[in-house]
T-cell receptor, first 115, second 109 residues
Framework: IAGITQAPTSQILAAGRRMTLRCTQD?????MYWYRQDLGLGLRLIHY???????GKGEVPDGYSVSRANTDDFPLTLASAVPSQTSVYFC??????????????FGPGTRLTVL | GQNIDQPTEMTATEGAIVQINCTYQ??????LFWYQQHAGEAPTFLSY??LDGLEEKGRFSSFLSRSKGYSYLLLKELQMKDSASYLC??????????WGAGTKLIIKP
């Protein structure tokens, strides 16, 4: 693994189904983030984690949950998917919050379609 | 509220210079980031400014004026590969990034 990876690359999901998007980084970064990107809107923060064992809510957390059991992994779960969750999801990591240390490195993204 | 404004789209000619502007309003301020995002790809870091002034990095430069809540990204000697979206993001007092919607830059030969 080099950098930050996400799985799956893309997914079509029926509404009401549960889905977990996976994110793994090998840079030993303390902070990790989940964003969604929709056409015409900026990246919007869903959840974040400043260090292993802690998580926080971002701008649009409803319908999503995260966990941070260790430094490397930060999965995002949609408990019961709805069509409005159709989006491109990016996972990112940074050395730690604050200043230039918050330069965020992004995974390749997961394109999710909820029908 | 927190807000980042940047133009939706700009067009420039190969070999020319283009300036992409960004105005920001954040709760507290801990710096301004610029990222590049090619279509269908992830954003990649270009620059970070926390002090007023111009930071030059090769063909790309970034400027910040904290008193005006304003930044710009300057791209010189444009190449076709510079066709991408350029994202401006302000870091607030909680060290969270507030993102603009991005400026799509179209380069014409």
């Amino acid at each position: 693994i080099a950098g930050i990876t996400q799985a799956p690359t893309s997914q079509i999901l029926a509404a009401g189904r549960r889905m977990t998007l996976r994110c793994t980084q090998d840079m030993r970064h303390n902070a990790m983030y989940w964003y969604r990107q929709d056409l015409g809107l900026g990246l919007r923060l869903i959840h974040y984690s400043n260090t292993a064992g802690t998580t926080g809510k971002g701008e649009v957390p409803d319908g999503y949950s995260v966990s941070r059991a260790n430094t490397d992994d930060f999965p995002l779960t949609l408990a019961s998917a709805v069509p409005s969750q159709t989006s491109v999801y990016f996972c990112a990591s940074s050395d730690r919050p604050g200043g230039s240390y918050n330069e965020q490195f992004f995974g390749p993204g997961t394109r999710l379609t909820v029908l | 509220g927190q807000n980042i404004d940047q133009p939706t789209e700009m067009t420039a000619t190969e070999g020319a210079i283009v300036q992409i502007n960004c105005t920001y309003q954040t709760s507290g301020f801990n710096g301004l980031f610029w990222y590049q995002q090619h279509a269908g790809e992830a954003p990649t870091f270009l620059s970070y400014n926390v002090l007023d002034g111009l930071e030059e990095k090769g063909r790309f430069s970034s400027f910040l004026s904290r008193s005006k809540g304003y930044s710009y990204l300057l791209l010189k000697e444009l190449q076709m590969k510079d066709s991408a979206s350029y994202l401006c993001a302000g870091m607030d007092s909680n060290y969270q990034l507030i993102w603009g919607a991005g400026t799509k830059l179209i380069i014409k030969p």
